[in-house]
C-alpha cells in the first residue's frame, strides 16, 4: 500500500503547484529510487486530465558520464532535452538522490562544462517559465542519502520533509493558500521598497554581514513563492539591480553534493569582485569562473518558512529557513527582474536569528529573524 502523504503530496503537485489542465504534457523527472511518488503524480495527472510521461534520472549513470566521457561529450547539449523543454507544458522534478557525494571527487572543471554545455537548455527554460508557457515546481523524495546528510533517521527525515510541506493537514492545498495571504503581505511592502540593507553580527573574529542591494520597484518585482515552483516552499524574492558589500555565509554553501564552508563574498555593483573559503575553496572558484554571468547576483531572497528551522545541507529547505536570506549567483529569473544568464545559479543561505537585521529604505523590518509587521509569516 502506497504512503497516503505521497498522494497528498501528488494532489498538492499537480491541483496547486502546477495546475494541470486537461491536455497538458508533463514531464516526471526522477530517479527510480522514487517510483513510489512518480506512480501518485502519474496517477493524479492523468486524472486531471494530462498527458503524463516519466523522464527517469540516474546518479550511476552520471558517475559513469563524469569518468568517461570525453571533453566534446562533456560539452554536448542533448537535442532531446532542448526540444522536450520547448515542447512540455509541465514539469515535475523529484530530486531522489540515492548518493549525495557522487560528484564531490569530480574535477570541478569537468562538472563546470557540463553546467555551460545545458545553458541553451537552462535559458530556455526561464524564458518559457517567466513566459508563463511552462509551469513546472521540484521536490524531495525522502532517501536514506538525504537523511544522512541531515544527520536524521530516514523514518525520522520523512517526517521532517512532509512536516515542512503540512501534508500531515486533513487540507494541505488550503494550508498553502493561507501561506501565500501571509507571504504576500511581504512581497507587497517589499515592492515599494528601492534598497534593502542585511546586517549580521560577526562570529569567531570574523567582520559578519553587511549588503545593500538594490530593488528599484521600476525594475525589480517581488515574487511570493509558497509552492508553486519549489515544495515545500516559504520565500520572496526579487532580481536584483546591483549589490555592495559583503557576506559572510552562515551555513556551507551545498551545490552538486559539495560543500563550501566558510564562504565570504565581497560585491561591487552586482558582481562578486572577492571570494574566500575554508574549505573547498577551489570549487568555489571554478563554479563563479565558469562563465562571464556566474559573478553576478542573479536573486536576493528572504526566508519564511518557520516550520524549517534546522540545516539539513539541502538547498530546497535550507534557503526557506525562517530568519533567514540568501543570494544567488548566476542565472537571474527574467520575471523577477534580473536576465543575468548564467549556467550557475547558486544559493547561499545566511542566519540573521542572532542579532541580524533587515532595512527597506532605512526602515527595519526584521530583527533577529522576525518579521516587524502585522499578519506576516512568524513562528508558530
Partial sequence: MRDPRLDRLADVLVVYSTRIRPGDLVMIESDPIGLPLVEAVYERVLRAGGHPFWKATCDSLTDIFMEIAEQRQLEYCSPLDLHATETIDARIVFWAETNTKSLTGVDPERVAAVRVARKPITKRFFERAAAGELRWCGT????????????MSLRDYEKFVFG??????PDPVAAWRQIHERQERVREYLQSRSVIRFRAPGEHGHDG????????????????????????DGEVFCGPQSANGHVNYTF???????????????????????????????FLFAMLDQDDGARTMGEIAVGT?????????????????????????GAGYPESGNSNESALHWDMVCDLRRGGTIEADGEVFSRDGRFTGEGWPSPS
Fill in 164 to 169: 515542512a510541506g503540512l501534508l500531515h493537514l
Fill in 252 to 282: 556551507p554553501a551545498v551545490y552538486n553534493g559539495r560543500e563550501v564552508e566558510g564562504v565570504r563574498l565581497q560585491f561591487r555593483d552586482g558582481r562578486v569582485v572577492d571570494a574566500s573559503a575554508k574549505k573547498n575553496e577551489a
Fill in 209 to 232: 554581514t553587511d549588503l545593500t542591494v538594490d530593488v528599484d520597484p521600476a525594475k525589480s518585482v517581488w515574487i511570493n513563492c509558497a509552492g508553486t515552483e519549489n515544495f515545500p
Fill in 140 to 151: 524531495l523524495y525522502p532517501t536514506a542519502a538525504s537523511a544522512q546528510d541531515a544527520e
Fill in 305 to 329: 518558512n518557520y516550520a524549517i528551522t534546522d540545516f539539513t545541507r539541502n538547498t530546497l529547505f535550507d534557503e526557506k529557513i525562517g530568519g533567514t536570506f540568501h543570494a544567488a549567483v
